[in-house]
């Protein structure tokens, strides 16, 4: 799923973009892309494109005229935007995952989705209390005072992975860059919030930002003034999330896992659990006394 850092560019790509053109049309291509009633599609035509704006891990695009009309993209996990010339064509297979077009004069935003669960949505909204009604309350991690963001973590007792992943507390993180955070602060996935010391909330705190506005940072040299292509959960110098096996960056320890449902977790024994290997629910359960408990 697109988080913090790849919502950040798609809005900067989209502001440079759209802003200050007027919206020819919305094409949709799927019946499942549009989880709104009202206001109709048909509303938008000839509107100007006022700004682009982040909300959570939700894009929104501001259409307002004389009233507050906005669109809002939620990519969810395969959901991506790809920006093309008036008269160039989305090439294949891309171009048969299209839910949606946005039309412009001088370009055409393609909303595409990998797969067949269609969980990327598009929504029309109508009115500023409308739009604050989509988001799930979590603080903005980069805007957040040390005090806000402690009480919003452990406002329940939660591991620090499932904490930095609940957009109802902390908003643009999933699971790729609580990976990162979490090796770069030393700090255990499955340490509970409340367990932690001051150094260790002060440590998590500094993590968070610095790991997010490092990628930030990174991926806007990589894209330049160009429109965000390659956008994914598993990029060349990540410290843990998807190296399973690889060595860490810091200590050379091979990287871990926990595997549950869809996802994983990684994370560097030796740098995060004092060399302590977290029990997987499939394979531990499976060697039982068996299963290796440290690193070594």
Known sequence: MPELPDV????????????????????????????????????????????????????????????????????????????????APLAPPAAKLTLAVLEFAHGRLFFTEAGTRKRASLQLVSGRAALSALDPG?????????????????????????????????????????????????????????????AEWQRLYEATRSTLVAWIERLRLECGAGFPEKVTAFRDGMAVHGRFGAPCPVCGAPVQRIVYTANECNYCARCQTGGRRLADRALSRLLRDAWPRRVE
């Not at 200050?20 to 549009?34: E, K, M, Q, Y």
């Not at 903005?140 to 402690?150: C, D, K, N």
């Open 8 to 87: 950040t560019l798609y809005v900067d790509a989209l502001t440079r973009a759209v802003v200050g053109h007027p919206l020819v049309a919305l094409r949709l291509r799927s019946p499942f892309v549009l989880r709104s009633v009202t206001p109709p599609v048909e509303s938008l035509r000839d509107r100007t494109a006022r700004g682009v704006s982040r909300i959570g891990k939700r894009i929104v695009l501001d259409f307002s005229a004389d009233d507050e009309l906005f669109v809002v993209l939620h990519l969810m996990i395969a959901g991506r935007l790809r920006w093309r010339a008036a008269d």
């Open 138 to 198: 979590g603080v903005e991690p980069l805007e957040v005072s040390p005090a806000a963001f402690r009480a919003a973590l452990s406002r329940d007792s939660h591991t620090l992975k499932r904490a930095l992943t609940d957009p109802r507390l902390i908003g643009g993180i999933g699971n790729a860059y609580s990976d990162e955070i979490l090796h770069a602060a030393r700090l255990s996935p499955l340490k509970l919030t409340g367990a932690l010391s001051e």
